[in-house]
RNA sequence: GGUUCCGUAGCUCAGUUGGAUAGAGCAACAGCCUUCUAAGCUGUGGGUCGAGCGUUCGAGUCGCUCCGGAAUCACCA
């Protein structure tokens, strides 16, 4: 629609002005409400071409568009604006195109499809996941549907953080204090049951502390020198030297946490293409380091530590080798690029990791160039904002971390409470009706994450629970299901809608609004996969179900007696749901039949 | 201190490559179920877009300065 129009104003400048307006002049924008039309022009760039006033000019233009093309049947003209309006018969056209093609709005891979690989999640596996990364998950999983809906071939990564001090510690732990307890003898998920060993390290740790700091050490001193960090670092230098019984105890109790994460993940709907461990992947960093080394781009400290000097680019010289010859976090993403290259020959790489890796990446990504990688010109870290409470950010030694598994359970329970109370779903079995309530209940959870600007650290409320109403997943969901229960009706009753335009149907202005935007949908799958942004669509999908909901309310679908226009009506309800649906899909969200 | 990000209604957030009188939801108040799902629809009140200066026909949006907040600058990850 917008190409057509573009079509015409520049003919139209041309013809009355003789000369060629570029694309930066043809401003080109929704009509805003408060206004008559459809689509308006801003004339004030033309009037430099045209050497008239803005007025006059949006007149001339508008005069011309009028007479030569069909699809414009009026304009109007405020101060330098040159509104148009559609026909009514276009837009049932253009319902009728949209409305025939079978995946609308999503494209295939074509030829020159890029292929992207998205990384996203990242846990460590001392912890069960939180707040933050349920935030990280969704935008992963959204992000990868985005940007497979326009047109890429796309790869979901994770890359688990196996191994390191962190994981000592809480295998430490567990080997002082466990006594055999394991997640099924006290019928625990993994990654809460070792994650508690990880909190009990911590604690015997302060207890060791303490003295020696009132015998005088520094905080640091006594940090370093406390008897269980020794046996913690110790026990990193065994697991890196391969003894069997550390490697034994690690295996085990890192199963336990994929385990627990397994079920966090099904229950969040996200999945993974493939799965990179760093235990496996710092070696490859490590001997990359070295061979760069031996070209030259590194320097070796007399100390034996390897660094990359980044000064001439703004940044400092930075670590990628111990002195004792072990990997630092740096140096096992290096890695894990180079393998993932090795494996895809990816054209874009997109890191979905939090705003406080930023310079992280910038690092990252400048020394894979260094090291002569061409390919990390493709490197993208999809940077978001934190989560935090009302009192700020979530710390574990408060105990304000917002567990994941919790928080999608109390969703649940509200999504089930609020159905019961609003006496919905009768008729419908227990598993249909907890099946339900779970996509509710999550459609909240993911819509009230996603639909804030990634890069924006966003506030959450544990006190009052994540809305239902408004602006909501379940608004949208709701949608939705009240159109499929439309079309259900039609079918149960014989009504049926033929997929062709009647031309003797003049849609109504909600009609009207309605199609615009779900003639809006498929370059805005486009803008979201282009700009990144899963809050692009769910502030659509808002806008359309808020919309379709007007319409619903003022005018009758099925009590319609005009035939054809009942028929028009179905269409537009028809491809509304379809639309709602693949919005919400590239979500993450599940799209309920009724609620 | 250097770098990066953020600041819009009481609260949570939208606001397109700079365009018209800055929008939603929540909360508050007032209405609408005999009719396809009221998790809906309609209305009322609520703003110095952190502050100032500049660029321009036009600035919430771009530039500079300042104020406030966050992140980061580890032989942690």
């Known amino acids: 629609m917008e190409k057509l129009l573009r079509k015409g ?61 069909d699809a414009i049947s009026g304009f109007n003209v405020i101060k330098g604006f040159l509104n148009l309006t559609i026909s009514p018969s276009e837009w049932t056209t253009r319902l009728d195109g949209m409305h025939a093609v079978s995946n609308y709005g999503f494209f295939e891979p074509g030829p020159g499809a890029e292929t992207v690989v998205i990384e996203y999640s990242s846990p460590n596996t001392n912890k069960p996941l939180h707040l ?4 990280n998950n969704l935008l992963g999983y959204s992000l990868s549907r985005i940007c497979a809906a326009a047109g ?76 269980l960090m020794q046996e913690a670092r110790s026990l990193l230098l065994k697991w890196e030297a391969g003894d069997p019984e550390t490697v034994n105890l690690w295996q085990m109790m890192n199963s336990w946490v994929y385990k627990g994460f397994d079920v966090t993940y099904r229950a969040l709907g996200v999945e993974f293409d493939k799965i990179y461990y760093e235990s496996d992947t710092y070696k490859v ?99 978001y904002g934190m989560v935090e409470l009302p009192e700020g950010k979530m710390k574990s030694r408060e105990g304000t971390v917002v567990d994941a598994d919790d928080l999608v359970t109390e969703m649940i329970a509200t999504a089930t409470a609020m159905s019961q109370e609003l006496g919905k779903l009768g008729g419908y079995s ?114 359309l179900a808020r919309e379709f909901n007007q319409f619903y309310h003022d005018y009758s679908i099925l009590g319609e007696e005009d035939g054809n226009l009942r028929s028009f009506r179905l269409r537009l309800s028809e491809l509304t749901g379809r639309v709602l649906g693949k919005a919400l899909f590239l979500l993450g969200i599940e799209a309920p039949e009724r609620m």
């Open 9 to 69: 104003i520049r003919e139209a400048v041309r013809s009355l002005y003789g000369a060629d307006a570029g694309d930066d002049l043809l401003q080109i924008q929704k009509t805003r409400r408060e206004f008559e039309g459809d689509f308006t022009l801003v004339v004030f760039p033309l009037s430099k071409i045209s050497h008239h006033s803005p007025e006059q000019t949006a007149n001339e233009i508008g005069e011309y568009l009028t007479q030569r093309i």
């Open 132 to 135: 933050g990364h349920i935030r």
């Open 152 to 227: 890429n071939n796309v790869i979901r990564t994770n890359i688990v953080n196996d191994r390191g001090i962190h994981i000592c510690k809480s295998m430490l732990a567990w080997q002082q204090y466990g006594n055999g307890r394991t997640p099924d003898s006290e019928g625990m998920k993994g990654d809460h049951f070792v994650g508690d060993y990880y909190v009990l390290f911590e604690k015997k740790l302060r207890e060791q502390i303490e003295p020696l700091v009132a015998a005088g050490s520094t905080p640091e001193e006594a940090r370093e020198n406390a008897p």
């Open 285 to 383: 960093g490590k001997e990359i380091v070295l061979h760069s080394l031996e070209e030259g781009h590194l320097i070796r400290r007399e100390d034996g530590s390897v660094w990359i000097d980044l000064t001439a680019d703004k940044l400092d010289q930075k670590l990628l080798l111990r002195s004792d010859g072990t990997a630092v976090y740096m140096t096992q993403d290096l890695g894990t690029a180079v393998i993932r290259y090795n494996d895809y020959h990816f054209d874009r790489h997109i890191y979905v990791v939090g705003n406080e890796q930023n310079y992280h990446f910038q690092v990252l990504a400048l020394t894979l160039l260094r090291m002569g990688y061409e390919w990390a010109k493709g490197l993208h870290h999809f940077s």
């Open 430 to 543: 227990d598993i249909e009706k907890n099946n339900i309530c779970r996509q509710i209940g999550l459609g909240a959870l993911k819509y009230f994450i996603l639909k804030v600007d990634p890069k924006k650290n966003m506030t959450f409320n544990p006190k009052e629970s994540i809305d239902f109403n408004g602006n909501t997943g379940p608004f949208i969901q709701y949608t939705y299901a009240r159109i499929r229960s439309v079309l259900k009706k039609a079918e149960d009753t014989g009504v049926t809608f033929s997929s062709r335009k009647d031309d003797n149907v003049i849609p109504n202005q909600k009609e009207i609004s309605v199609i615009k935007l779900l003639n809006d949908f498929p370059g805005l799958v486009r803008e979201a996969a282009a700009e990144l942004s899963p809050a692009l669509i769910a502030n659509y999908c808002y806008e």
